[in-house]
């Protein structure tokens, strides 16, 4: 008798396990978009953002260039592995950015969609005056080089970053843009003409994350059309800059410093000057919001 309930006992315990296990598994499966093997997800082999599915995003929408650029309330964010050292991240903003035409989009109508992003490069940090402060790391992520040794005037041609896009394909719950991005310039010990810009393509995820009609003026009657954007890609920093580059100038060089940086910049590929600190993959989140009065 003890026999037959020790092995009812066991069965429903097993019983038990199995339907938690499966109720787990449940749980936690989630939809992933139709991507493919190139993309990038949860920032492993793919890394593209997914709008909630509770996010009520109307049909047909049209961003035309009668919106305007909320600047106020958007971001382009950067993050890297510290060191390429496991999940622990180094983060940070560019505090200057904008569209150069506007940015327009078409959910009836892919082929009409227009993204030329920019960012300005120098103005890139992370809010820790240890790495953004004078003379430190943080200029170095993405290769901003200075025209004298005390830090002042940025070389223009290593200060913008573009991305342009050429085509709009829609993927999972948002759309796969194929583009082009160009950051720094060569130098000529590259090979290349001295100032060739670098140009590689680069795939971004982009998600049209709804619309509100705001009552700005609290009269019952709304006036503002708001509607919001996600983006996100990586890209590697070694194909924009040289690996082998070190440090260009220092902070008040004395002369036997100036004769060293001075050949270490004959020698770099590119205007770029490497930064081991972060990995060379490197993540950019962006946020946009625009409006339109009515």
Known sequence: ??????????????????????????????EVPNLKPNDIYDDKVLSVIVPQSEVVVPQNFSLDTGYTHDKTHCNNNWKSRYYDFSDTYLTGRFGDFGFAPKFEFYQNDLSKCKLNMWVRVSTANTSESGRDGYGKCGPNY???????????????????A???????????????????????????????ADGTPITHPVQLYLTYNGSYDFDTNK???????????????KFNRSD????????????FPK???????????????????WSTSVADEMIIECNHVFYKNH
């Open 1 to 30: 008798m003890n026999t037959l309930k020790k092995q009812s006992k066991l069965v429903y315990l097993l019983a038990l396990a199995l339907t938690a296990s499966l109720f787990f598994q449940r749980c936690s499966t989630k």
């Open 219 to 233: 009269d019952g009657n709304p006036d503002k059309m708001r509607v919001g954007f996600s983006a996100k890609f």
């Open 142 to 160: 993405f290769g901003v080089v200075y025209a004298d040794s005390n830090k002042t005037a940025v070389i223009p041609a290593c200060d913008t």
């Open 162 to 192: 573009w991305f342009k896009a050429t085509k709009f394909t829609k993927q999972g719950t948002g759309y796969l843009v194929d583009g082009t991005m160009t950051f720094n310039r060569y130098l000529p010990a590259s090979g290349q």
């Open 240 to 251: 924009y800059m040289d690996k082998n580059s070190t440090k260009v100038y220092f902070p």
């Open 255 to 273: 002369a036997s410093e100036k004769v060293a940086s001075d050949a270490a910049f004959a020698a770099n590929k590119t205007y770029g000057v």
